[in-house]
């Protein structure tokens, strides 16, 4: 009779070592396989036999499920099922009166139920221990099962699991957190070695656990603000910390009177840093604060910003332009807190909201600056603005010494250059010429001086503020003829008296004969123009 094959445990029998044990009289009973490894929970066929002639009561003893799945002359074929543990099934018979047995050993094998990594702590701080607990329930045989912790494929920790260990077995190690196991993979590796019994090795592995390492630096947050603001600026604020792990984990906000400011942060190596602006838009005090997220931890800085309104002050001339020898009331104001600190030109006077004086305006007037500065106390420090104004005064053509020296004397053939300049405001147009013939006056330049320059000279200078006239005597010295050359115009003289002598005395006595004639032509004249009596 064959045997069922339907059971796929059938084949995973591995030795068939029959087992006689003697019994009296010669009978024995042996049994089919003598050893048996087996999956748990499997089942296997076991033929008992017998020599004895008159075999009877051919049985098996067992505490699991058995079923006669066929039998012979002196045999008798069990099926098994449901094998959950190591045990010795056990076939006996009686031959006559004597009893024999024989029992073979079942061995199972089982994959462990849990391999268990526990889970890791949400965060882990560089430069801490941290713990690797990891639980294996089930898994036998025992003395072939072998535990290993690992980082990725680094074996971390690795022991055998004893034949007699607790069960579920925890396995633990401690590492010591670095930045580098940021991201990391933990995992518990079981292996089961059925190599010696003909098989492979059979692993099980844990979920595996991904670890998130931080470091913060036991510095503080650097927050770079003006601790005051002025109403109506835009401030840019600034808040960062370096030296912190992993800096594109941490979250930074920058908070301004308990509303979040919008900023932009930056994480750049282990630098994270943000920036926002803030406009001040009220007086008072308001409070920057800074906080940092990371991982579990918060790391906070605060300052209180002191928002002022102060306008420069308001500096003011009754008249921004006027005449010379008129009045100008200079005026400062201020409005807020603040206070008028220094008013050019008026006397030193305790501070207050308003400084005023009135001054008679004169030619060194012109073009000065008045210069008011207002101060405000804020937060214990004084903030200073500042306001200048600038006069502008009117006076007349001014042409004096100082200005145009009124004599010049120079040698002739030499250098010179005339400096002549008129002062007002408006600036008048200065004309200098001679007295005799009008010509110019050659003023501001370099000339070599001729003997035809001397002369005096009127400079008259004119803007629409009047006018001003000043003579201007110019003499050119020159050298008078040498001797011999007056000896040779008197010579000359002489020469010319000898010889034109008679001429003159020819030249006049005709002069006078044509005079006379002349005198008679004329007489004539009237005669014939008279009408006829
Ligand atoms: C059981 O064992 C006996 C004795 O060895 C043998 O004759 C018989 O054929 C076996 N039965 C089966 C089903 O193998
Ligand atoms: C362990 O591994 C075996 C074979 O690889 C598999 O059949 C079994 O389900 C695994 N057990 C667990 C708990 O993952
Ligand atoms: C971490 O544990 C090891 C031993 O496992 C120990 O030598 C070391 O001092 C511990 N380090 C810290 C920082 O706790
Ligand atoms: C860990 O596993 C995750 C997901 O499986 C993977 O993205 C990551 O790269 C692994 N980390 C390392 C360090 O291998
Ligand atoms: C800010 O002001 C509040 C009260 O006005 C005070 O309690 C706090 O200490 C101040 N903070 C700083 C950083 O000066
Ligand atoms: C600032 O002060 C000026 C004058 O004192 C006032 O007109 C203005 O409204 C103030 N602004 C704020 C925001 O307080
Ligand atoms: C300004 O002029 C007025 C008269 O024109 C005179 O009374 C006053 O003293 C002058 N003030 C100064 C500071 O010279
Ligand atoms: C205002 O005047 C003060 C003192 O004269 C000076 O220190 C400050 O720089 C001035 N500020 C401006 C804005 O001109
Ligand atoms: C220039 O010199 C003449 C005499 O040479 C003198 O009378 C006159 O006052 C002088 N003028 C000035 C402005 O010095
Ligand atoms: C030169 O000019 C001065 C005054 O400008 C005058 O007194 C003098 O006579 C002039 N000399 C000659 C030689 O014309
Ligand atoms: C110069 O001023 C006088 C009065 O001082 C005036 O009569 C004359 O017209 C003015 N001449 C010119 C050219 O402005």
Redesign the pocket.
């Known amino acids: 009779m064959a045997p069922r094959s339907a059971r796929p445990t059938l084949p995973q029998l591995l030795a068939l070592v029959a087992v006689v044990i003697p019994g009296p009289g010669g009978a024995q009973v042996s049994i089919h396989p003598k050893e048996a490894f087996l999956p748990r929970g499997a089942s296997m066929w076991v033929n008992c036999s017998s020599s004895c002639s008159k075999s009877h009561n051919l049985g098996l003893e067992t505490q699991w499920p058995k079923v006669e799945l066929d039998h012979g002359h002196n045999w008798k074929l069990f099926e098994l099922s449901d094998i959950e543990e190591d045990s010795n099934p056990l076939c006996f018979e009686n031959c006559g009166p004597t009893q024999s047995s024989a029992s073979a050993t079942i061995i199972l094998y089982s994959f462990p139920e849990r391999v268990e990594l526990d889970p890791l702590p949400a965060w882990q701080p560089v ?3 941290l713990t690797l607990r990891c639980m294996v329930d089930g898994g036998t045989p025992r003395n072939q099962l072998s535990v290993k912790l690992l980082r990725g494929e680094e074996v971390l920790h690795q022991e055998s699991v004893d034949v007699d260990s607790m069960n579920p077995k925890e396995i633990t190690t ?1 590492v ?1 957190a670095s930045r580098d196991d940021h991201g990391a993979n933990f995992s518990c590796r079981t292996e089961l070695d059925l190599r010696p019994q003909g098989l492979a090795l059979f692993p099980n592995v844990s979920m595996v656990r991904q670890l998130r390492t931080f470091d913060l630096p036991v510095t503080i947050l650097k927050l770079d603000t003006p601790d005051l603001l002025e109403v109506g600026t835009v401030q840019k604020v600034m808040c960062s910390l370096g030296g912190l792990f992993p800096a594109s984990e941490a979250q930074i906000t920058l908070e301004l009177g308990g509303h979040t400011l919008t900023s932009k942060s930056t994480n750049h190596r282990d630098l994270v840093s943000a920036t926002a602006l803030v406009t001040a838009e009220l007086e008072g005090t308001q409070q920057l604060r800074c906080v940092l997220e990371l991982a579990d931890q918060i790391l906070e800085a605060e300052r209180n910003l002191s928002i002022y309104n102060f306008s420069a002050p308001v500096l003011t001339l009754s008249q921004k332009e006027v005449s010379e020898g008129s009045q100008v009331t200079v005026k400062c104001e201020v409005h807020g807190g603040a206070q008028v600190v220094w008013l050019s030109g008026a006397p030193p006077r305790p501070p207050s909201s308003k400084t005023q004086f009135t001054l008679n305006a004169s030619a060194k007037d012109n073009k000065k600056r008045f210069f008011c500065s207002a101060a405000l106390k804020v937060a214990g420090q004084v903030l200073l603005k500042n306001q200048t104004l600038e006069l502008h005064v009117l006076y007349g053509p001014r042409l004096d010494e100082v200005d145009c020296l009124g004599n010049w004397t120079w040698p002739e053939r030499s250098q010179q250059t005339l400096k002549c300049q008129a002062w007002g405001n408006p600036s008048p147009k200065l004309t200098c010429s001679r007295k005799t013939d009008g010509a110019p006056l050659p003023t501001g330049e370099v000339k070599s001086v001729t003997r035809e320059m001397n002369g005096t000279y009127v400079c008259h200078a004119v803007s629409s503020h009047g006018n001003v006239t000043r003579d201007v005597f110019l003499i050119v010295l020159y050298h008078q003829p040498n001797s011999w050359v007056i000896i040779l115009v008197v010579t000359m003289l002489a020469t010319v008296l000898l010889v034109g002598g008679p001429t003159i005395y020819l030249y006049n006595r005709q002069r006078k004969i044509r005079i006379y004639k002349l005198q008679r032509a004329q007489e004539e004249a009237m005669k014939l123009k008279a009408p006829p009596h």
């Open positions: 430069g801490k221990n401690t010591l």
